[in-house]
């Protein structure tokens, strides 16, 4: 029996051996050994060859290091203030975030950054995206606070009243990379008069919990 060895590639995964094995002259099978920079054996398929690959957040998800919190509510005066506040960790884990709010009437949204409270809302807890795990989020979230210092304006936009969904994830698709230990908070104020619903909903993947980055 012969065998025939591929030198190794690097590229953002290691490709340690590819092994050829001849019976009688007709190819046996096909063995690869596919490591990630963690350790973790990647997965080829059998009948295409091709490498098994996810995104980030999709393997965030399955890892257990994903959650939401979707929720919605019922505003009725023009001008009433409606807060959700997060406050991101300072073991070393990242909060990778989106946010997706929609209403049927006009709304003002605002993210302030390095917010310091003057009391504590509700806790919210995030669900995890992944069903079977038992993990917790780290992130802890408040409905409800009141604060002292909301500090930076960050983010800012309008919603409802014909208008399209608004957030950090629709259209452009893109992400905030929390800061650590920070508070950050998003203050929902209605412009309209009436009673109107107001529908939000929140998204963010822990990196570093399991290794990630």
Do not use: C
């Given at each position: 029996m012969k065998k025939f060895l591929i030198p190794a590639l690097f590229l953002t995964f290691c490709l340690v051996a590819v092994g050829v094995e001849y019976k009688d002259g007709i190819q046996e099978a096909i063995r690869t050994a596919l490591y990630s920079s963690s350790g973790k054996a990647l997965t080829v398929d059998p009948d295409s060859g091709t490498l098994v690959?996810?995104?980030?957040?999709?393997?965030?998800?399955?890892?257990?290091?994903?959650?939401?919190?979707?929720?919605?509510?019922?505003?009725?005066?023009?001008?009433?203030?409606?807060?959700?506040?997060?406050?991101?960790?300072?073991?070393g884990v990242t909060i990778h975030a989106k946010a997706l709010i929609s209403a049927e009437a006009e709304f003002t949204i605002e993210i302030w950054e390095g917010a310091t409270f003057?009391?504590?809302?509700?806790?919210?807890?995030?669900?995890?995206?992944?069903?079977?795990?038992?993990?917790?989020?780290?992130?802890?979230?408040?409905?409800?606070?009141?604060?002292?210092?909301?500090?930076?304006l960050i983010w800012a936009s309008k919603v409802g009243s014909g208008r399209n969904d608004t957030g950090v994830a629709p259209g452009l698709n893109y992400e905030i990379v929390a800061k650590t230990n920070t508070t950050y908070v998003f203050v929902v104020t209605k412009e309209a008069s009436g009673e109107h619903w107001l529908d939000v909903d929140f998204f963010w993947y822990e990196a570093g919990r399991n290794g990630s980055y």
């Open positions: 690959m996810i995104d980030q957040v999709h393997y965030e998800l399955h890892e257990g290091s994903a959650y939401f919190i979707k929720t919605w509510q019922d505003v009725s005066d023009a001008g009433t203030v409606t807060r959700f506040d997060f406050t991101t960790p300072t073991n003057a009391t504590t809302g509700t806790v919210v807890n995030g669900v995890n995206n992944n069903r079977n795990s038992t993990n917790e989020a780290i992130m802890v979230a408040h409905a409800g606070s009141t604060f002292s210092s909301t500090n930076q």
